[in-house]
């Protein structure tokens, strides 16, 4: 039988499969996390920038957290498809910004602080992954405060778009419009999945993700003027040893006490939201399970703690770039394992979905200047199609969870209070309304 623990090389709790030989090449997965990826993995240029870096560096910082969020199915043994800790995305941007340190001027405090909300949330991963208390710690957090971190990374997310970077928006306004429009009609449109269920393209269409509605503005703002493009030929190595002079705490010094104190109610919002990552990347392969009885999957929850752990601790050494390390690209995890339980025919192992999108498709990008010079005028529409898609998606979550009224208007003012104020101030507000208002409640085992 074809298990995925016999298949690869063990090494401590986790397994390693090398590309070709555990892994097979697949065609259809290469090239979809080839382009999907090419569509999304520059996103994190545009936010390097506005902390400082080149355009260079901000490419070679895409090219070290790829690089390690494709570590994650590959050299760990993870059979989900990882990605950012996307919904703490916006609330970290308003975090810098909120101290005028988001403006596109390089500054190696903001890389300190960056990376003492690495070190701290490596450390808290590490711990919740060897003694199993991740559970515990989510158990504990009460509805309306989870409702508000949510809501307040959608508020978060839809403020940076169109007020902080609204002139940025209004440099591409048609296509940026159009781009908005048709990824949310794909990704969140009641009709849209309705008709999508009895006709193919469409469902096709859907399961593409933002990359549909991407292309198609990509082409109206080149019709439109709105971007020019200047293609570059040949291949270029990013410059990781720049990046690594100028944000590494090897190299410009590690965090003052006072950083590590100010990135705690941060990597506590991070933390929340990445288990809800790994509860739902769980659910999808339990469901899946059942029909590739041929292919036991090891989900392990508390080793995925420590994987992702092993990664941000790398990451920090290189480059410290809070919380692009996380459990779950939703999009790609789901459309992998839908292929994946059509059965072995299909794809014999999921490792071979998983490994042929990222380990040998995304790094690709990094090198390529084609692509690379292709994507330089759509990156700022990337990463303003990742906030909002993230903020639709954090409002979905986020106004299923409260239960009671009071619960309801707590969490909406929580949001309020982490996107206009501070993480630690929304969180302390949290605290008071879940206890003064709410109420804590004993929850039935």
């Known amino acids: 039988m074809n298990t995925t623990t016999n298949k690869g090389l063990k090494w401590g709790p986790f397994t390693a499969r090398i590309p070709f030989i555990h892994i097979k090449f697949r065609g259809a997965e290469f090239f979809q996390g080839l382009v999907i990826a090419g569509a999304t993995a520059f996103a994190a240029v545009p936010i390097a920038m506005g902390l400082g870096l080149t355009f260079e560096e901000g490419v070679a910082l895409s090219f070290i957290a790829g690089t390690l969020i494709g570590a994650g199915p590959i050299f760990f043994g993870e059979p989900m498809a990882p990605g950012w800790v996307t919904p703490a995305v916006p609330i970290v941007i308003a975090a810098f910004a909120a101290k005028g340190q988001f403006n596109g001027v390089y500054d190696p405090e903001v890389f300190r602080l960056m990376a003492a909300m690495c070190i701290e949330f490596t450390v808290l991963l590490f711990i919740m992954g060897i003694t ?9 957090i009460p509805n309306g405060l989870k409702a508000g971190i949510i809501l307040g990374a959608a508020l978060a997310a839809f403020y940076q778009v169109f007020i902080t970077d609204i002139d940025k928006l209004m440099l591409q306004p048609v296509s940026m419009i159009v781009a ?5 009609i794909t990704t969140f449109s009641d009709p849209f999945k309705k008709l999508a269920l009895n006709n193919n393209f469409f469902k096709k269409v859907g399961s593409l993700g933002l990359l549909p509605g991407f292309v198609i503005a990509g082409i109206v703002a080149y019709l439109l003027n709105e971007v020019t493009f200047s ?12 990046l690594f002079n100028r ?9 003052s006490l006072d950083m590590y104190v100010e990135a705690i109610p941060l990597v506590i919002i991070a933390y929340t939201l990445l288990f809800g990552d790994l509860i739902t990347a769980t659910e999808v392969l339990n469901d899946a399970q059942v029909k590739r ?5 090891d989900v392990n929850v508390d080793r995925s703690h420590l994987s992702i752990a092993f990664r941000n601790f790398i990451g920090l050494l290189i480059n410290p770039f809070f919380p692009t390390q996380g459990a779950l690209w939703t999009g790609v995890h789901v459309v992998i394992v839908e292929r994946w339980k059509k059965g072995f025919k299909e794809m014999p192992s999921i490792f071979d979905g998983l490994g042929s999108y990222y380990l040998m498709a995304i790094p690709f990008l990094y090198v390529t200047l084609p692509i690379i010079t292709l994507m330089k005028p759509l990156m700022q529409m990337a990463l303003t199609l990742t906030l909002i898609l993230t903020g639709f998606a954090c409002s ?3 106004m299923a969870i409260p239960k009671k009224n009071s619960e309801m208007a707590s969490a909406l003012l ?7 104020f501070s993480a630690w101030v929304g969180l302390l507000i949290g605290i008071i309304l879940s206890i003064f208002v709410v109420g804590i409640e004993k929850k039935q085992k």
């Open 231 to 242: 293609i570059e030929w040949g291949f270029k190595i990013p410059e990781v040893v720049s």
């Open 396 to 398: 979905y979550v986020a």
């Open 132 to 140: 199993g208390w991740g559970k515990k710690l989510i158990q504990i």
């Open 180 to 184: 908005i429009s048709l990824c949310i």
């Open 247 to 255: 944000t590494s705490p090897l190299a410009i010094g590690f965090p």
């Open 293 to 297: 009885p041929d292919e036991p999957l």
């Open 414 to 420: 929580i949001a309020i209070f982490i996107t206009f």
